[in-house]
């Protein structure tokens, strides 16, 4: 009963570095997503991937990249970490989206410095 | 205009009482409906889910509905200190079919 799994949990970047987010979900749903959540900003979509095979940008996607690997695998890449990159990360999947909304997975803390 | 617009408080509850939060919505295309609790540092879960108009109850939960003006709320009756989180809502609008907007939240607190 892993559900959506994400890691690291915890990372601290200095500015200009790169790295990779990686979100499983084992539950066999089409769609994923990216969120970041900042203090009095709510969650913001980066990217998503409705199904196997297609990514789509979100509202946030600036200074970010995302791969659908395979169903179960979506991974997002920060090519040159900046500060405003500083975030909750938050990766999501979903089935039924109408009916069931998300499940996430639970979040990474990224420090940018 | 947010697409999605919540009071993010904090309200403020006594034990046992009504906890009332609501939400507003700009397109009128919208399908679906969330409420999602968040307890602090942690990720966001699904409680409750609506698409039609009225009301729908779960245990001590209710979601409401009203699409002619908009607005969304959910009330937790007998409200316990376990309650204190933030609730976000989120919309499937008729713009963005296949993701979810989120408000930015609202954050309750139940007193003892």
């Known amino acids: 009963n892993a559900g959506v799994t994400q890691t690291p949990k915890f990372q601290v970047l200095k500015t200009g570095q790169s790295m990779t987010l990686q979100c499983a979900q084992d539950?066999?749903?089409?769609?994923m997503y990216w969120y970041r959540q900042d203090p009095g900003m709510g969650l913001r979509l980066i990217y998503y991937?409705?199904?196997?095979?297609?990514?789509d940008k979100g509202e946030v996607p600036n200074g970010y990249n995302v791969s659908r690997l395979n169903k179960r695998e979506f991974s997002l890449r920060l090519e040159s970490a900046a500060p405003s990159q500083t975030s909750v990360y938050f990766c999501?999947?979903?089935?039924?989206?109408?009916?069931?909304?998300?499940?996430f997975g639970s979040g990474t803390r990224l420090t940018v410095v | 205009q947010k697409e999605v617009e919540q009071n993010s408080g904090p309200l403020s509850v006594p034990e046992g009482a009504i906890a009332s939060l609501n939400c507003t919505y700009s397109?009128?295309?919208?399908?679906?409906f969330f409420w999602y609790r968040q307890y602090s540092g942690k990720s966001p879960e699904l409680i409750m889910f609506?698409?039609?108009?009225g009301d729908k109850e779960d245990g001590r939960f209710t979601a409401q509905l009203n699409k002619a003006s908009q607005y969304v709320s959910l009330l937790i009756r007998d409200s316990q200190p376990s309650d204190s989180a933030t609730y976000l809502c989120?919309?499937?609008?008729?713009?963005?079919?296949?993701?979810?907007?989120f408000g930015s939240g609202t954050r309750l607190s139940i007193r003892p």
């Open positions: 397109d009128r295309g919208s399908q679906s």
């Open positions: 609506i698409y039609s108009n």
């Open positions: 999501a999947s979903s089935e039924a989206l109408l009916e069931g909304g998300y499940t």
């Open positions: 989120a919309v499937n609008t008729r713009s963005s079919a296949s993701k979810i907007i």
């Open positions: 539950m066999n749903h089409n769609s």
């Open positions: 991937s409705a199904s196997e095979g297609t990514t």
